[in-house]
């Protein structure tokens, strides 16, 4: 029962244009949402968050669009560069002594063409 | 040197084996955590630990077991390889930091194969 789903595999964009990774969600106990960013043989580094109470948080290149009602969010990158290709990970948190466990999805591979 | 340590960086062993794989961290953080990472599958947690005398059982801990030697201190014990564990395994701590926000710190990745 995957509670946090990517469903797209891969992505492919030119350098210099947008690029949306999405990612949903089941558990509506889940109230904070990461994404990271894993390059080949390095372990994953922390990229954006978003509180449940937001529905947008902004850094940089970087914004998280969350969308509770239909438990979507996505990452939208502007513009892309091509040391932005890397695999994203969604990840998703709930309250009390859920809190600091995270929940995976499967991953968005990006490739960023020049 | 790294904040999360882990080694050996790759493993091959036999089906059957007993193998460790050792993280230890100088974050100073209380929370760690062993994943498993598998294609298609992301990252999934296997155990994790809130404090020394704390271990919690993840949604994949069979065939697996933990020890929390010290604050600093997280292994991961296979206590008789099979080859569906062959993976990237990821340790990981975290705290809230000073704007209660949760941070992780991954370490780089153990890659097992088990033949």
């Known amino acids: 029962d995957q509670q946090v789903k990517q469903n797209s595999p891969s992505l492919s964009v030119q350098e210099g244009r947008i690029s949306i990774l999405n990612c949903d969600y089941t558990n509506s106990m889940f109230d904070y949402f990461l994404w990271y960013k894993k390059y080949p043989a390095e372990g994953p580094t922390f990229l954006i968050s978003?509180?449940?109470?937001?529905d947008k948080n902004e850094d940089g290149r970087f914004t998280v669009f969350l969308n509770k009602s239909a438990k979507h969010l996505s990452l939208h990158i502007v513009p892309s560069q091509p040391g932005d290709s890397a695999v994203y990970f969604c990840?998703?948190?709930?309250?009390?002594?859920?809190?600091?466990?995270?929940?995976f999805g499967q991953g968005t591979i990006l490739t960023v063409h020049p | 040197d790294a904040d999360v340590t882990q080694t050996p960086r790759n493993r091959i062993t036999k089906t059957g084996k007993r193998i460790m794989l050792e993280c230890s961290q100088t974050?100073?953080?209380?929370?760690m955590y062993w994943y498993r990472q598998d294609p298609g599958l992301g990252l999934r947690l296997i155990y994790y630990s809130f404090d020394v005398k704390d271990i919690n059982k993840g949604e994949i801990s069979d065939g697996y077991s933990v020890s929390r030697q010290a604050q600093a201190k997280f292994s991961l014990s296979l206590e008789s390889a099979i080859p569906n564990q062959t993976a990237l395994y990821f340790c990981?701590?975290?705290?809230?930091?000073?704007?209660?926000?949760?941070?992780?710190?991954f370490g780089s990745g153990t890659r097992l194969t088990v033949v």
């Open positions: 990840a998703a948190s709930g309250p009390g002594t859920s809190y600091g466990k995270l929940t």
């Open positions: 974050k100073g953080h209380d929370r």
């Open positions: 990981a701590t975290s705290d809230t930091g000073r704007t209660g926000r949760l941070r992780y710190t």
């Open positions: 978003i509180s449940s109470i937001k």
